[in-house]
């Protein structure tokens, strides 16, 4: 039984297939990175884990058991996620972000809340504390108290991160953690990926462009193009796969 | 029975036109600018006081006040745009809503204090006079007829003007993504702004239709709150939606007026937008919203 | 200029953030106290009005300004507070049982309204809103028997253990009270897991949902709270005009709610008091200005025309209300004389539609 797996996945929306009987499985611990051209179905693989639309074909399996329901039912499980074209809380300080992702933790209920008993108090330390800690790893203290709003674009990508890691998952999706980044904050988020397999023993399930990133970090590699899988292996089979080649990565003429 | 039904079905045609009339001028501006103009019954009905003041006060005959009322309101309405909707472009639904709750105000307000208008009822006069027609036993006055075919007829000139003229796709463009646009060397702003004028001179088209039976006085605007059930049914952002959605709401109200007991004819149309905002909300021709993410 | 130098998490977490406000709150204490005593009955009339438009306030602003819903309906939700509360007191129900259910009846309805909300957005809840509206107005002008149709129901004044709430400044401790404890539960709300929750809804539903947040359960609740809140609103209202018809809670009354959280500042409580003060104090206003002008103006008119006047100068000049201009203000003289004219402008933005088609 694997940790996380997809069993022939399928979704199509009107008349255009997005995703076509996709399966992989991800062991636990590991650093999986999907990659293909734009439009191959890579982030609506990740809006079908998520729970955002359903799937027309195929189900999801994670520890066991059919991964079903709403979005927040996906996030009770312990899979967080970030998103490719960022979607903070533009209005909220960043600390603010990052204690909505300790939603799933809250104890205390409506009725304690709005008396403010001191259960809530201790919770809301609690959840702060644990908070910080992220905010020590990504390096963010500088800026807490800031509104997401008027943080420059790089900033607010690891802001995304930070807020999924504050979930505490056993499993993340990162959507393009690298996307817009300079060689300086991608080699950090090299370094962040390293830290949440390795230290925080989280498993990573990635999409990613940067090849050099897929090289550094990944486990196994997963090849899509037009929604089929075309390949899976470790980075170096895959990046040599003659279907990758000329799909993806562009041979030489 | 039978000429019953006709009755009460060419009586909801009648009243659905006027409706109709409205929803197309909230639809136009929709589509335009996603946003929705609360004060589209208040500009129906200041169009209906500039025909009145033609017809009545300067004595021209119907046509000509007709036009009188439809140019002088495509003014007021590109004013509106520049001096009140243009500075909020972009800002969440919510405000763009209220500004224009607050734009109805101020022409209601206007309305009373201007000393010819102020808070009486008038009667606007129609070349139609009390002239009936009798179509297969159903009794239909000739105001009815005519708008009924004035709006047909508007309803094709219209097709006509955004099938065939670059407005209509300029304007779907400035709607969906107003800074590519901008970039594509559409000049939203004036765009938007014809828009405006467009939709005000429809809504005043259906202000002078709708005289004759409501007659012209400050508060008419609120007939026009039955638009947006109107729009809703029909699919917001479609322009036979709006008119199809007229009809249809024409048609309850006229319905549930004699079906139903005291008071349902009122509510009807608002029970409706509900059960369709329940079960079907992109109406029948409508859009879907959302978020990709 | 003042810096908090912060050693504690709890700082971050408790009502007063430094010594400096627990001052001038506890100055406003005293003055709200002493208020009977200072101002005229005329004066301390409106304060009634002020703090039962601030309660209802508070409410619409937790829905609108702080889970991102809309609502032109809410002058339903206060409908069904005052008529409950008219109800049960002519049965001789104790006040502090018809007030909160009044408070809970609403809640019941808020729920109603809630659940087909969950689905709607912008325009589409909007209209819905306004729907419900229409169609509970006119249930309440033909439900005769329990609301007495169009000519309305009469109510006493407020008795609690015995104790009658008939003078003035009674009834003003009682709205004060009142006025405060429901601010208290919002702040204690919005400082907890259940208010970041709301306000992640407002800023972008997709990832609430994906950090674990119920939209329907928490978007449902925050229509109860709200409609709640109103309906304790509605409740004192009922007793502060003695009358209540269905003519008080109609479209247009819901728009001057829905102006109160405009014209304060969608966001914050404050802004509820300060769009209230506003509302009640407007009127006035204008009766003053009209000393000013030729008799042919008629009152109703000029009310129209300076009321939609300042919905729209607001919203141009002045998108973050009375409270945001007190903000700016306070900023100034804070960071004296460093203060920028761009200190608080908003960033341009451009129309990009959602819609798919």
Redesign the interface.
Known sequence: MSFFAVENLGVRFGGVVAVDGVSFSVNQGEVYTIIGPNGAGKTTIFNLIGLIYPPTSGRIVFEGQEVRGAPHDVAERGIARTFQNIELFEHATVLQNLLIGRHRHRQTNLLDELLFLPKVKRAEIAQREAVEKVIDLLDLQHYRDSLVAGLPYGVRKVVELGRALATDPKLILLDEPSSGLNPEETDDMAFWIEDIQKGLGITVLMVEHDMNLVSRVSTRVLALNEGKVIAEGTPADVQAHPAVVEAYLGGGE | MFSQLLQLFLAGVAQGCVYALVALGFVLI?KA??T?NFAQGDVMMLGAFFGLTASTILGWPYWATILFAVIVMAAVGMLIERI?IR?????P???V???T?????????????V?AW??ETHTLRTPFGDSVLRVGGAVISADQVATIVLTAALCLVLYLFFRYARLGVAMQA??????AA?YMGIPVQRVNMLIWGLAAAVAAFGGILLAPSAFVHSNMGFIG?KA??AA?VGG??SVPGAVVGGLIIGLVEAFAGFYLPE?FK??AP??V??VV??FM?SGIFG??????? | MRFIFKTDYVQDIRLFQHGGQVFWYGALGVLLLAAPYIVSGYVLSQLHFICIYAIVGFGLMLLVGYTGQISLGHAAFLAVGAYTEALLQSHGVPFVISIISAALLSAAVGIIVGLPALRLKGIYLAIATLAFNVIVEEIVTRWESVTGGNSGKLLKAIEIFGYRFSSGESFYYLCLVLTVLSALALINLLRSPTGRAFVAIRDSEVSASCMGINLARYKTMSFALSAALTGVGGALYAHKVGFISPEQFTLIQSIELVTIVIIGGVGSLHGAVLGAAFIIMLPQGISIAKGWLPDSVPQAGLQSVVFGLILVVFIIFEPYGLYGRWLKIRTYFDVFPFYRRGTFRRQRNYLRSERLR
Do not use: A, C, H, W
């Not at chain 2, 709750?101 to 204090?113: F, P, S």
């Not at chain 2, 859009?287 to 993410?293: A, F």
């Open positions: 929709y600018t996603e929705v009140v500075p909020v472009l972009g800002y639904t919510f405000t809503v209220m500004i709750i607050g734009v109805g105000y101020i022409l209601r307000g206007v309305v009373t204090m000393p102020g808070t400035t709607s969906q993504n107003q800074l901008y709150l947006f059930p809703v917001f952002g008071g009122d509510i608002y029970v937008v509900l905002l329940l909300p859009e879907t919203i959302r978020k990709k993410v």
